[in-house]
């Protein structure tokens, strides 16, 4: 036992003298940059990349059906992957940003990326040779893509994800990390998600009325004008940008624990601490407290052995053994994984909806007064405003009303949990309104018609995705504040990227359950009057109670690590 504490004691002094001064010095570096004054920097550039998203992936749809004589449930399912990979690339973002560059070049490299893919958009829609022929809507004899034509607007789409996925969550860990107070950092994911959601709106109606109303290029044109700005911005704001460096990656660390605790499984554990390794960030770790309780089979991770001492005599890091703070992040991980994949459905309810909604649109009457007539990829716009409108209520007026009532700020699993039930009640209205139109449309013998407008109003379609939106408004900068305040400090920008997943994967699976909907079923034609699309609104609505129920579960078992932010001594959620 001498030996072992003598052998501690030589590390500590060991990591005393060649721990250099530069880590302080850095320190107080870091202290000078970061703060309010980078804001205007990051939201410019959240905003112009935004607008730009939002001109090309709002109006997608209708460009692919229009420009490309894509059938209508075919350019449902190109635009749900794509909007998929939208989400899906952020996470390769984050870890390229966690694990090797930084935020900053990963941000600026993307939104480079993303200036080129619309630049190729405003080709595509200038040059007529690389479109087939326009033909009407609904018609049988359209003349569909060549290859060299379908490779440029996937080389296309292609770009666009990359780059909007690449900055769209790296740019909001960045941001948090200007902050030190959790207060600022929630007052930053407030704004993140106003600021993303406005431009959104601009994106959706003006842009979109552009493209419909005057020519696709020059509403492609203005959103290179968009992204230009906000690149230009981004890189402006170098200097005062608090830039934390890399550690390497941290999936490396959490992939050695779950090796090591395989690997000494058959180990028994103890309840002394100084037979853990711990990682020497101060002389004051090896005061530490035990690995937790819970998960307890991974703990022998961190126990040190004869085999895993050096030659030198000292431990270090291996495939046999980690540190206890990496076997508490795998615990991190492990906890929280069942509560984010209740998001998944969520997410794929809303693909689903949010293109199909494009469609039932084409079909209605989008007239407001004689003259003026509403584009169909504009009314997503309904459920962006009513995002943005719910969250500054939620932020202005509901969470301080709540602190005063209950003496207890809305904790980010509350939020969460408001947001799916919120989410149940926009599919029953989106499932009654589809009840209503097909209706109308067996009335007045539509069926069998394709390009045929019902005769009723589609600003009943403004009901549903309000709801939505308002659920949204819970729902996302919740499960954003969870996994920002629960995932482990090496894993801040994948933490924000999570949400970006969760929404990918639901994305992907939308086109293969419309796929699988249709085969089985029938419901989704081609032309919408002739199916039933209000079966698939209602099929949702079953699926979105059970995953509350699902949600409830996990919640109940989950517990708060950081305490203090949240219910006190026990952080038990609620």
Not at 379 to 399: E, G, K, M, V, Y
Not at 451 to 474: N, Q
Request: hydrophobic fraction near 45%.
């Amino acid at each position: 036992m001498e030996g072992v504490e003598s052998s501690q004691h030589s590390e500590r002094e060991l990591y005393a003298l060649t721990t250099p001064n530069k880590e302080a010095e850095q320190a107080s570096n870091e202290s000078k940059q970061g703060g309010w004054i980078t804001f205007p920097f990051i939201t410019g550039t959240l905003f112009g990349l935004s607008l730009a998203a939002g001109g090309w992936a709002s109006n997608l749809i209708v460009y692919l059906i229009t420009e490309y004589n894509v059938k209508s449930i075919t350019a449902t399912k190109i635009s749900n992957v794509v909007q998929g990979s939208n989400c899906l690339f952020p996470v390769a973002g984050a870890i390229i940003a966690d694990s090797f560059l930084g935020s900053f070049p990963v941000v600026a490299f993307f939104a480079f990326v993303s200036l080129l893919g619309m630049i190729m958009f405003t080709i595509t829609a200038t040059i007529h040779s690389l479109r087939p022929p326009v033909c009407a809507v609904g018609s049988h004899t359209c003349e569909t893509p060549s290859n060299l034509q379908y490779g440029v607007l996937y080389v296309t789409l292609l770009l666009n994800s990359l780059g909007f996925g690449g900055t769209r969550f790296t740019i909001a860990t960045m941001g948090a990390g200007q902050f030190d107070e959790p207060n600022d950092q929630a007052t930053f994911f407030n704004w993140y998600f106003f600021a993303l959601y406005f431009a959104n709106a601009i994106g959706f109606t003006a842009i979109v009325y552009t493209q419909d109303n005057v020519s696709w290029g020059l509403g492609f044109g203005i959103c290179v004008i968009a992204n230009a700005i906000s690149f230009v911005l981004f890189v402006l704001g170098k200097r005062f940008y608090r830039q934390v460096k890399p550690n390497g990656s941290p999936f490396t660390s959490i992939a050695r624990g779950m090796v090591a605790a395989i690997r000494k499984r058959k180990m028994l554990e103890t309840f002394r601490r100084q037979d853990y390794y711990f990682e020497f960030t101060g002389a004051s770790n090896m005061e530490d407290n035990l690995p937790t309780k819970s998960f307890r089979f991974l703990n022998v991770a961190a126990l040190k052995t004869e085999g895993d001492r050096q030659l030198n005599g000292l431990y270090a890091r291996s495939w046999k053994l980690c540190t206890v703070e990496e076997v508490e992040d795998l615990k991190t991980l492990i906890r929280i994984i069942p509560l984010w994949s209740t998001g998944i459905f969520l997410s794929t309810s809303l693909g689903i909806f949010s293109s199909l909604v494009t469609l039932q649109a084409l079909t209605m009457d989008r007239h407001l007064g004689p003259q003026f007539q509403i584009p169909a990829g504009s009314f997503l716009i309904f459920n962006i405003l009513a995002t943005i409108i719910s969250i500054l209520i939620i932020d202005r007026f509901l969470l301080p009303t709540w602190r005063n009532l209950a003496r207890q700020t809305l904790t980010p699993l509350q939020r969460i949990g408001i947001g799916h039930i919120i989410n149940i009640f926009g599919l029953v209205g989106a499932a009654l309104i589809e009840s209503k139109r097909l209706h109308v449309a067996r009335t007045h013998h539509l069926m069998g018609q394709p390009g045929l407008v019902v005769s009723m109003s589609a600003l009943w379609l403004v009901v549903p995705l309000g709801i939505l939106g308002i659920g949204e408004g819970f729902h996302f900068p919740g499960s954003v504040g969870l996994y920002y305040q629960e995932f482990p400090k090496s894993l801040k920008s994948t933490s924000t990227a999570m949400v970006s997943l969760l929404l990918a994967i639901g994305l992907y699976l939308s086109p293969a359950i419309t796929s699988l909907v249709d085969r089985i079923t029938g419901w989704l034609p081609n032309n919408i009057n002739d199916g039933r699309l209000d079966n698939v609104y209602w099929m949702l609505v079953v699926m979105a109670v059970v995953n509350f129920g699902y949600f409830l579960i996990c919640a109940k078992m989950f517990k708060y690590q950081n305490v203090e932010d949240h219910n006190g001594p026990s952080g038990q959620a609620p």
